[in-house]
């Protein structure tokens, strides 16, 4: 399909303008809050794409914005009368990486040896 340079072209994919978007973190401390509510990009009044909230998550995992960084979920809620988007994010921890070579308490020489 042909189309002009500068002209919009539909493709069917699910997109409507939101006058407001309730962004919600679940799992994060103030900083980390802070550090994803700076890189989100969404905003209101522009066309809203509810898929965007999963792509999101995957850039944080693949840019390791957190350490030890566990299950994300994200959860969208379009409400087409109000013109309005709900999206809750959850994140939780997975875990802390084990230094090679250690076994835990004590090790080599630990006996007296």
Same mark, same amino acid.
């Given at each position: ?8 072209? !539909? ?71 109000? !013109? ?30």
């Amino acid at each position: 399909m042909y189309s002009p340079p500068g002209e919009i072209v !539909h493709i069917g994919l699910p997109v409507a303008a939101v006058q407001a978007i309730a962004l919600t973190l679940v799992g994060l401390d103030l900083e980390s809050e802070a550090e994803i509510n700076r890189i989100w990009t969404m905003k209101p009044g522009k066309p809203f794409n509810p898929d965007y909230a999963d792509l999101f998550l995957q850039r944080v995992k693949e840019d390791g914005v957190f350490d030890n960084l566990g299950k994300t979920k994200a959860d969208t809620k379009m409400n087409e009368q109000d !013109h309005t988007a709900d999206v809750t994010l959850t994140f939780t921890g997975g875990k802390p990486p084990t230094p090679a070579g250690r076994r835990g308490r004590g090790g080599r020489g630990a006996r007296g040896n």
